[in-house]
C-alpha cells in the first residue's frame, strides 16, 4: 500500500552560517526550524515537499540542495529578486549551557539585516497534493502563511513548532488565535511561553490548552525534559519526563528540530495519543536531540 502522508512547510527558506567565538566562518548548511523538520522527516523515511521561497544567489543554492540532499521535493520553491534569508549562529569557545549559541538576523561581519520574508508565497497547496493525507509545518505566524492554511481542502493536520518569540511577539491575541484554533500538534520551548502566556492571558500550560483543541501539546525545557498535555479517555492530562544526563554540548541548534520532527513522525502515524504513546515517543524523540547536540550542524544525519 502506497502511504498517502505528506509532510509539508511552508514560507522562506533559510540558510544557517555558523561562526565560532572568533567569527570565523566554519559551516553553511540549509536551515530554519521548519525546514530542520522537514529535512529531518525526509530522512526519516516521509514523503516531504517545501513550498516556499528563496533569493536569487549562492545562499539559495546552499538551502535548495540541502534540502534535496535528503529527499525533500522542491518543485514548488519560487525563486524571488532578494537576498535568501541568513541565520547567523554564533558557537562560543567553551563548554555549553542550552542557550549560550548566539542566533542573530545580523551578519557579525557586516552588521546588515539578513532576513527578508516573502509576501508572494505560493498561496495554495499543488494540486497533485489534495488527495493526500497532509501534515503542514509552521514555525511563524505570517499573513501569507495563514492563508495557505485558509485554502487547505484536503484531509490535513496543523502541527506548530513555536520556539522563538520574533516570530509572534508582533501579533494580537486574536490573530493568533486563527493559527491555533486550527492547530492539532503543538511544541513550545521556555523561551516563548512567558510572552504567549501573558497574550493568550493564561498562567500556565494546562489553561493554554484547554484555550483550544489541540491532540497534543509540548513544552520543552532542555535538558530538564518535555512536559506533554493531552486528552486521555476525555480527561486532560499532564505528564513530565527528565531524560538520562546530556552528553557534554558541540552545538546547541536544532535539537529542538530534532525533537519535534520525531514526536511528529510518531504522531502522525498513532491512533491514539496516550500516556503509553508519551513515554515511548519521549524516548525516541530525546535520542534525536541528544544526537544533534554532539554535532555542528542543526540538521539530524544518517
Known amino acids: 500500500m502506497i502511504n498517502s502522508k505528506v509532510f509539508i512547510s511552508h514560507g522562506d527558506l533559510i540558510v ?13 548548511d540549509g536551515g530554519g526550524c521548519n525546514w530542520n523538520d522537514l529535512y529531518n522527516l525526509s530522512m526519516m523515511g516521509e514523503t516531504c515537499y517545501a513550498i516556499g521561497s528563496v533569493g536569487n544567489d549562492a545562499e539559495a543554492n546552499i538551502a535548495l540542495q540541502s534540502l534535496r540532499n535528503s529527499g525533500v521535493n522542491v518543485d514548488y520553491v519560487i525563486t524571488e529578486n532578494k537576498h535568501t534569508n541568513v541565520m547567523n549562529i554564533i558557537i562560543p569557545n567553551k563548554t555549553l549551557k542550552d542557550n549560550d549559541v ?56 496543523i502541527c506548530l513548532d513555536v520556539g522563538h518569540i520574533r516570530f509572534f511577539e508582533h501579533f494580537t491575541k486574536q490573530y493568533l488565535s486563527s493559527f491555533f484554533e486550527m492547530a492539532n500538534f503543538i511544541q513550545l520551548n521556555e523561551s516563548v511561553t512567558d510572552l504567549l502566556f501573558e497574550r493568550f492571558e ?11 483543541s489541540f491532540d497534543l501539546l ?33 552545538d ?51
Open 218 to 250: 509540548i513544552l520543552t525545557k532542555g535538558k530538564k525534559g518535555a512536559t506533554y498535555v493531552f486528552r486521555e479517555n476525555g480527561e486532560t492530562k499532564t505528564v513530565a519526563l527528565s531524560p538520562p544526563v546530556i552528553s557534554p554540548i558541540v
Open 102 to 157: 548566539i542566533h542573530s538576523w545580523y551578519s557579525p561581519i557586516t552588521l546588515e539585516y539578513t532576513m527578508s520574508f516573502s509576501k508572494n508565497l505560493p498561496s495554495r497547496l499543488p494540486e497533485k497534493l489534495e488527495s493526500k493525507e497532509i501534515y503542514v509545518i509552521l514555525d511563524k505566524f505570517l499573513p501569507v502563511n495563514l492563508a495557505f492554511l485558509k485554502n487547505l481542502t484536503c484531509k490535513h493536520k
Open 202 to 212: 493564561v498562567n500556565d500550560l494546562l489553561s493554554f490548552f484547554n484555550l483550544f
Open 252 to 302: 546547541s541548534s536544532g535539537a529542538g528540530d530534532a525533537f519535534f520532527s520525531k514526536t511528529l513522525r510518531e504522531y502522525a502515524y498513532t491512533k491514539v495519543v496516550d500516556t503509553a504513546f508519551v513515554t515511548q515517543t519521549f524516548e525516541l524523540a530525546n535520542k534525536a536531540s541528544r544526537d544533534v547536540l554532539l554535532q555542528v550542524g542543526s540538521r539530524i544525519k544518517k
Open 16 to 28: 544557517d552560517k555558523i561562526y565560532d567565538a572568533d567569527l570565523h566562518l566554519i559551516k553553511q
